[in-house]
């Protein structure tokens, strides 16, 4: 199977746009190899790429045990990000991930993070709910970090953890070299 094979060209959408900078995200299954060989290879000689992100899939921890066999295969790619999703934590109550890297649906609405949809584990649907949207887009400058308290999985705490740090006022060392 090649770049060509599947829905989106990769290439084109590279060349097209060398402006942009681009990522790719992928849930880790055992399936397409050769089309993510293609697209690994594509990156790093591509300027406008930033990284491929690989990902545990949430939905069949069966699959979890393939992320070593990824790490291993593109252990030496310089844009390949193995970012793992079985660990999680109960939310914050401020969600500074919402305000950095929020989800807004096609009707506009605007959610914490891309995750949310996994936040309630009585949500078997796994829909976006109401319980959980933010704001429409057009007002998300006036609004508040989100109240993570609600989401009974979170997976950015640790960068929660560290905005909090960051945002406090009582750092020690405000000045860095």
Request: hydrophobic share 30%; aromatic share 12%.
């Amino acid at each position: 199977m090649s770049i060509t094979d599947k829905h989106i060209d990769v290439n084109r959408l590279i060349n097209d746009m060398p402006n942009v900078d681009i990522g790719f995200s992928y849930v880790v299954r055992d399936e397409c190899w050769d089309y993510l060989d293609d697209i690994v290879e594509l990156s790093e000689t591509s300027n406008n790429v930033t990284h491929i992100r690989f990902t545990h899939d949430i939905m069949d921890e069966s699959n979890w045990d393939l992320m070593d066999t990824f790490k291993d295969k593109y252990k030496t790619k310089t844009k390949c990000i193995f970012q793992s999703r079985n660990n999680f934590t109960k939310g914050m109550n401020v969600c500074y991930i919402s305000k950095l890297k929020p989800l807004v649906d096609p009707t506009g609405s605007v959610y914490p993070c891309c995750g949310v949809q996994y936040a309630n584990v009585n949500n078997d649907s796994k829909d976006l709910t109401s319980d959980f949207k933010m704001c429409n887009w057009r007002d998300f400058h006036n609004t508040k970090e989100f109240n993570g308290s609600k989401c009974s999985r979170c997976f950015y705490n640790d960068y929660n953890r560290i905005f909090n740090i960051i945002n406090d006022d009582n750092v020690n060392h405000l000045s860095f070299v």
